[in-house]
């Protein structure tokens, strides 16, 4: 039998291939699995992309440095503020801008904010993928109140478009402090629930302890990084190896552990919340005075030269690697995309497990499928 | 020694059930803790942020006047060019000819309300509008014209 795509295809005795997606409701997207499978085990693994594919590297080649921002809101749609951050770091460090401080500080707090309602998104969507339906409902509510900030300060609830090159495109409104206050202690309480309703579930246990191995000389040949990779023992938070904004004025654990497996990863996560709202809890009270945005001029033009910062989004590291003719518009943009690197290393964590498995595997590797494929 | 682990195992997995069914079940008795937003039934009282980026719209004064200069600023910042600027040339009370806009053409379609013709706007003639039930039964009816007809630009406004 012939297959699609590639040489490869060919089936030993036994073997038959079925199509996960791209409308399958566990990919969270238009992911296509083509699954090689002997009985319900997992053989052989190939992602087919390509379903979402928008051309936001070529469509930033004739917009301006402070118009491309904008799509990088759709590519990882749930951590838009770290993205936007990220660009916007890049084209500073092509002009060689010092941003303000109170900018600083409030990206890292709104990025920490991402973060946690990011991470709250995927341990609902994870109940969901396993087969409980309640936590969804429980992590929404706390993340409709960090989305309430975001809608209150950024003036949209996802593709917020809020870090602009010099900084942020307006201040922050006057309720912020209160409200990102009494989100924290809301969010600080409800931890426990989460724990309780899922963490400690047998059913949790049993579904991801053990499976979706990987190790973490594999994370590092594949190139897997953030959760999914300190969940398997390796050092990659860019916020302590490499700071940028306002991480180096703050203190938090890098949550590692070496389980490398499905559970591990969703401890790591479950950990990340914690120290998100004690990185916000730090800084939300000094929040300097000052200008939010450092001048730029009314058409930015990079140097001629190459560009690149990498920032840590939920999901792990996105780099924006930036090639400036010294025109007004980039030459050339790359994003090193986590997820494209995460889901490389499918493949070798579900090999041999079987199928069920697999949407764990999927659901603790926290795909966002625009971003793997942008 | 079996028996004792396969007993264990029962009781561990039955109690944190049952600690998870207890946070279901404090809902449960709690109704007042429960968010849930009725949206088609609470229109009348849903009241979105101020910064909401619903929809670029142009406000017009009493007499109806707006602040647009056409400078084009604004077309020049959108990425997608949804804003459109036709001008006209007008000639004012003392003979002198003044640039004026024709039509303020905003294809609501192709908005992506990232907010960049906003801040690029020198006279803050255009603003966010916290709509967002923008549904209509026909494509054409997305292409909006912003300044109202016959309406001037303010004085005092360069
Ligand atoms: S909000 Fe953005 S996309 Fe919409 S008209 Fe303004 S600049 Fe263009
Ligand atoms: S809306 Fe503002 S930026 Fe656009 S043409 Fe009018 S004055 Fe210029």
Redesign the interface.
């Known amino acids: 039998m012939r297959g699609l795509i590639g040489e490869d295809i060919l089936t030993e005795e036994g073997e038959f291939i079925i199509n996960m997606g791209p409308q399958h409701p566990s990919t969270h997207g238009v992911l296509h699995l083509k699954i090689w499978l002997d009985g319900e085990t997992v053989k052989r693994i190939q992602p087919n992309l390509g379903y979402i594919h928008r051309s936001i590297e070529k469509m930033s080649e004739s917009?301006s440095y402070?118009?491309?921002i904008?799509?990088t809101s759709r590519m990882d749609y749930l951590a838009a503020h770290v993205n936007n951050e990220a660009c916007a770091l890049t084209v500073e460090k092509g002009l060689q801008l010092e941003v303000p401080q109170r900018a600083k500080v409030i990206r890292t707090i709104l990025s920490e904010l991402t973060r946690l309602q990011s991470h709250q998104l995927w341990w609902g969507c994870t109940g969901l993928d396993l087969g409980g339906v309640?936590p969804f409902f429980?992590a929404f509510?706390e993340r409709?109140a960090i989305m309430?900030i975001f809608?209150?300060?950024?003036?949209?609830r996802l593709?917020q478009?809020y870090m602009v090159p010099g900084g942020i495109?307006?201040d922050v409104?006057p309720n912020f402090q209160k409200r990102v206050k009494d989100v924290m202690i809301q969010i600080k309480g409800k931890f426990e629930?989460y724990d309780?309703?899922?963490t400690?579930?047998?059913?949790l246990e049993n579904r991801l302890k053990g499976v979706g191995y990987l190790s973490k000389e594999d994370a590092l040949s594949y190139g897997v990084t953030g959760p999914t990779a300190r969940a398997s023992g390796l050092s990659c938070d860019l916020r302590k190896s490499n700071p940028y904004s306002a991480y180096d004025q703050v203190q938090f654990d890098e949550i590692l552990d070496t389980g490398g497996d499905c559970y591990a990863r969703y401890m790591v996560r479950m950990r990340e919340m914690r120290q998100s709202v004690s990185i916000i809890e730090q800084l939300i009270d000094n929040i300097p005075e000052g200008d939010f945005q450092a001048k730029t001029k009314n058409v930015i033009k990079l140097p001629k030269g190459e560009f690149y910062q990498r920032v840590e989004t939920p999901r792990g590291e996105l780099g924006v690697f930036i090639v400036s003719d010294g025109a007004a518009s980039p030459y050339r943009i790359k994003y090193r995309s986590p997820g494209f690197s995460n889901l490389s290393a499918l493949p070798i964590m579900a090999k041999g497990g079987k199928i069920g498995d697999l949407v764990a595997i999927m659901a603790t590797i926290d795909l966002v499928i625009p971003d793997i494929d942008r | 020694m079996f028996l004792k682990e396969y007993f264990g195992t029962i009781y561990?997995?039955v109690k944190?059930?049952l600690?998870?069914m207890?946070?279901?079940g404090y809902y449960f008795t709690h109704l007042k803790e429960i968010?849930t937003e009725e949206y088609p039934d609470n229109r009348a009282t849903l009241k979105?942020?101020d910064?909401?980026?619903g929809e670029v719209v142009m406000p017009h004064d009493e007499n109806n006047e707006h602040r647009c200069t056409g400078c084009q600023a604004c077309e020049i910042?959108?990425?997608n060019g949804t804003i459109k600027i036709i001008t006209k040339q007008e000639i004012l009370a003392d003979g002198k000819k003044k640039k004026r806009i024709d039509t303020f053409v905003y294809r609501l379609d192709l908005c992506?309300?990232?907010?960049?013709c906003v801040?690029a706007c020198p006279s803050d003639a255009i603003v966010?509008a916290q709509n967002f039930e923008h549904s209509v039964y026909d494509k054409k009816q997305l292409k909006k014209i912003l300044n109202n007809p016959d309406s001037k630009l303010m004085a005092g406004v360069e």
């Open positions: 917009l402070r118009n491309f904008f799509a309640t429980y509510r409709e309430e809608e209150e300060t950024c003036g949209a593709t478009n495109m307006y409104h629930e309780n309703i899922m400690g579930n047998v059913i | 561990k997995s944190s059930l600690i998870g207890k946070v279901t968010q979105m942020f910064r909401f980026k910042a959108c990425p992506t309300m990232c907010n960049l801040v966010m």
